[in-house]
């Protein structure tokens, strides 16, 4: 089993910075990506960035691609998601997931975090 914690979220204004944390423990042999995904009120759950923790690849959501940055530390097993110029429209609460492929798809990622608040007041 592998627990992922978020932390990180918060209420701020548009254009404002917020930095996403995501520690993982137990068992991560074998889960070799990381990935933020968020969900709004009355959406479904959708993609937002993913990182391949052996190569450093990323990919992201046409919607946050130029403002959003995602990261690895390896020695501390952690995964960030840098978010800027922040929109009201990125309000959502956001979860860290952890599987095998980096792939958008929630359904292929095998562990999910709890999930932090992301508001963002216009």
């Known amino acids: 089993q592998v627990q992922l914690v978020e932390s990180g979220g918060g209420l701020v204004q548009a254009g404002d910075s917020l930095r996403l944390s995501c520690a993982a423990s137990?068992?991560?042999?074998?889960?070799?990506?990381r990935g933020w995904f968020r969900q709004a009120p009355g959406k479904e759950r959708e993609f937002v960035a993913g990182?391949?923790?052996?190569?450093?690849?990323?990919y992201y959501a046409d919607s946050v691609k130029g403002r959003f940055t995602i990261s690895g530390d390896n020695a501390k097993d952690t995964v960030y998601l840098q978010m800027n110029s922040l929109k009201s429209d990125d309000t959502a609460v956001y979860y860290c997931?952890?599987?095998?492929?980096?792939?958008?798809?929630?359904?292929?990622?095998?562990?999910w975090g709890q999930g932090t608040q992301v508001t963002v007041s216009s």
């Open positions: 997931a952890a599987g095998r492929l980096l792939v958008t798809g929630a359904s292929s990622y095998d562990y």
């Open positions: 137990g068992r991560t042999f074998g889960v070799y990506t």
């Open positions: 990182i391949k923790w052996s190569s450093g690849r990323t």
